[in-house]
């Protein structure tokens, strides 16, 4: 079963790993810093083995966005990110795992401090979203 792990942060300045940049990363402790860091790389090892992970991508700076719209019968360009959003899209991974309960182990461990990670299910023909 396909999912995306959509990684939201809204570093200042916009850099990767997204943590690096965030206050509520950088204030932990060197030593838990260190921990979350190893896990986090752990889990990526676990996933690139099993041949789950089949992609990912950290995105640029959402100030240099641009949202497409349909208006008037035609798409109309316009600067993003959208306006409203205190987070960002920061960038994403497609895995490919057995069920809806692995897919949730491993969203968990994206998450971090400051930042929100958001699993969502692939609409193709056998996801668990029909």
């Known amino acids: 079963m396909k999912y995306v792990i959509l990684i939201h942060s809204n570093p200042q300045p916009w850099g990767h790993p997204t943590s690096d940049y965030l206050a509520a990363h950088q204030g932990l402790p060197d030593d838990v810093r260190k921990r979350l860091n190893a896990e986090f790389e752990q889990v990526m090892s ?22 497409y719209r349909w208006q008037d019968g035609s798409p109309l360009a316009s600067d ?16 490919d795992v057995e069920d809806r309960a692995r897919a949730e182990a491993v969203a968990a461990k994206f998450a971090g401090p400051g930042e929100t990670v958001e699993l969502r299910s692939g609409m193709w023909p056998g996801g668990d979203d029909q």
């Open 46 to 67: 676990e996933l690139r083995a099993n041949g789950e992970l089949i992609g990912g991508e950290a995105l640029g700076d959402p100030v240099a966005a641009r949202l």
């Open 80 to 95: 993003g990110p959208y306006s409203e959003a205190k987070e960002h899209l920061a960038g994403f991974f497609l895995i």
